[in-house]
């Protein structure tokens, strides 16, 4: 069976389930495209992660309307389907062959034996180095492959005329169109670039609807060169922008490379990745309008802090799993 497809039955089966492996006898096996799944972080007051809430302990929204959650499970319930797009334009190919190492340890640390990790380069081309794998080792000796010969790696999406060199949206739109819209479970992509486009055929803003839409956490790495000055220039001004913005309303983060130890963040972002929640739910308005539902999910104890994505557009065609 497909992992998507396999994904679909599960959670149907689990359409009354107060967690991934707790359900009512009898329930009904539906498979339902107006399913909205939804991944959040939870710290307590201190900033600490939280990793024993139950489906008891939060409430979710649609457009301020309650709903009913229809499946929840944490973490280690569900597999983890991971890409990194690295950005190897002029500006950036020294920041991956610096972190390597971190990466190395950054993809053990979050690996489960259930979990996948894809590996995208892109300049003006968009190259998959690496494809689905259980092996961060693997994914790594791809890398150092990439940075020798990046020409030899095969292409995804269409062929463009990129002349000026850096496809930042497209990189992340088809990725996750092409790699992670139909995949099951938990999904995110790490992003290593200054966010600073002038070569892709989508925006920024049909870029950040579609992660929505397929329940992508986006984590944007930031790695800007500034001038002798030490001062950022307004292309730098506006990539910061471009990053925090399609971290902030994917439910991912955004972080400053060069004021963070690579250890810390990726320490970080392991942490957040094992201990995340995944909620379902079947909107009570169920109208394809095209319109913006911002979705809240609240926690039922004080001090508790969630972090989730801003919401999705409802499009007939979007893809919610």
């Keep these: 069976m497909p992992r998507s497809l396999a994904w679909i039955v599960i959670v149907a089966l689990f359409g009354v389930c107060g967690s991934a492996v ?68 002029g500006s950036q190919e020294k920041f991956s062959k610096k972190h390597e190492k971190d990466l190395e340890i950054f993809l053990k640390r979050v690996l489960g034996p259930k979990d996948r990790v894809f590996l995208l380069g892109f300049g003006n081309h968009l190259r998959l180095v690496s ?18 010969s990046m020409g030899r790696f095969p292409e995804i999406g269409p062929r463009e005329d990129r002349d000026l060199g850096t496809a930042f949206y497209d990189s992340i739109y088809y990725s996750v169109v092409e790699k992670l819209q139909n995949e099951p479970g938990r999904k995110a992509l790490l992003i290593f670039s200054d966010g600073e486009d002038n070569s892709s055929s989508t925006d920024m803003m049909t870029t950040l609807e579609t992660a929505q839409a397929a329940n992508v956490l986006l984590y ?37 490379a060069r004021a963070m130890d690579p250890k810390e963040y990726f320490q970080q972002i392991a942490d957040e990745l094992r201990t995340s929640y995944t909620l379902s739910y079947y909107p009570t308005n169920p109208m394809k309008d095209q319109n913006f539902r911002r979705i809240t999910v609240r926690p039922k104890q004080d001090g508790v802090k969630i972090r989730t994505k801003s919401g999705y557009f409802a499009r007939s065609s979007e893809n919610t799993k």
């Design 131 to 148: 494809d689905f794998t259980q092996s961060g080792d693997e994914v790594i000796q791809h890398l150092k492959e990439y940075e020798k």
């Design 22 to 89: 707790e359900c009512q006898e009898g329930a009904s096996i539906r498979a339902n495209v107006n399913l909205v799944s939804v991944s959040f972080i939870a710290r307590d007051s201190r900033g600490a992660l939280l990793d024993k809430l139950t489906l008891d302990d939060v409430e979710v929204f649609e457009d301020s309307v309650p709903q009913k959650i229809s499946f929840f499970a944490k973490s280690s319930d569900v597999p983890l389907t991971l890409g990194l797009i690295v950005d190897a334009s």
């Design 220 to 256: 944007t790495i930031r790695y800007t060169e500034t001038r002798k000055n030490g001062q950022l220039t307004a292309r730098n001004k506006y990539g910061i922008k471009v990053m925090d913005r399609l971290a902030k309303d994917s439910g991912g983060a955004h972080i400053d």
